[in-house]
Nanobody, 115 residues
């Protein structure tokens, strides 16, 4: 069973919105800090947002005020609401623990923002 499965990516125009979802098949999800990460072509993977077990949130400066991370422990999901998207947000988005574990990197979901 794949531990983390991302979905919700797509092609959107600049200024648009997308909502990414991550379904987790991991034990003790409610006790696990989670995060969203992204990797743009030719760049290293970077942290986008994290959410702690008591819903403390942190964001990369590049997305603060535009993206919102949330979690549902009953459903074992982590979501990333992305508003006011910019072409520079184009990347493959991944969810993982915070800090991430190598074995939990999945295939991610592609987000493409056109100008």
């Amino acid at each position: 069973q794949v531990p983390l499965v991302e979905s919700g990516g797509g092609l959107v125009q600049a200024g648009g919105s997308l909502r990414l979802s991550c379904v987790a098949s991991v034990s003790h999800f409610s006790l696990t800090p989670m995060g969203w990460y992204r990797q743009a072509p030719g760049k290293q993977r970077e942290l986008v947002a994290t959410i702690s077990t008591n819903d403390n949130r942190n964001y990369a400066s590049s997305v603060k005020g535009r993206f919102t991370i949330s979690r549902d422990n009953a459903e074992k999901t982590v979501t990333l609401q992305m508003n006011s998207l910019k072409p520079e947000d184009t990347a493959v988005y991944y969810c993982n623990k915070s800090p991430p574990l190598r074995i939990y990197w999945g295939q991610g979901t592609q987000v493409t923002v056109s100008s």
